[in-house]
């Protein structure tokens, strides 16, 4: 006889498995500017520049820990900070997104589906981007 339990668990697992892949395709959609089901660079870019600009509520043309909201860890953001200024400015945060998109991207195509983006690399590129 199956249980209320086991029926919620088999719930839970199924939603929790499905999204994943359902956000990277939405992804694909809502960054996809040329419709081809991909993602190229410049298309992640810009989503990304759009992104720091939100981030950005004082205007000063630099996000730090508080701004970046969890995008990236103290160690990522320390690595991905050259002037050690504990900001990032558009062109560090842009160097970042460019590095997670090729870690993304193993078959080095220039672009990225929604499998790719479903890879561990891919989520990790996504955060940069939502």
Do not use: C
């Not at 520049?49 to 969890?70: I, M, N, S, V, W």
């Not at 160690?75 to 990032?88: C, S």
Request: no cysteine; net charge negative.
């Amino acid at each position: 006889m199956i249980s209320r339990r086991s029926i919620a668990l088999a719930l839970t697992i199924a939603l929790s498995a499905g999204p994943t892949w359902s956000a990277s395709g939405n992804a694909v959609k809502l960054f996809d500017t040329d419709n081809d089901g991909t993602l190229d660079l410049a298309e992640v870019k810009k989503a990304a520049a759009a992104l720091f600009t939100k981030l950005d509520p004082d205007h000063d043309g630099t996000l730090d820990a508080r701004e970046l909201r969890g995008r990236l860890t103290a160690k990522e953001l320390a690595a991905a900070d050259p002037d050690r200024d504990g900001t990032l400015t558009l062109d560090e945060y842009l160097s970042v997104v460019e590095q997670r998109f090729n870690a993304a991207n193993p078959d080095r195509d220039g672009t990225l589906d929604a499998k790719e983006l479903n890879s561990r690399a891919g989520r990790s590129l996504l955060r940069l981007l939502r």
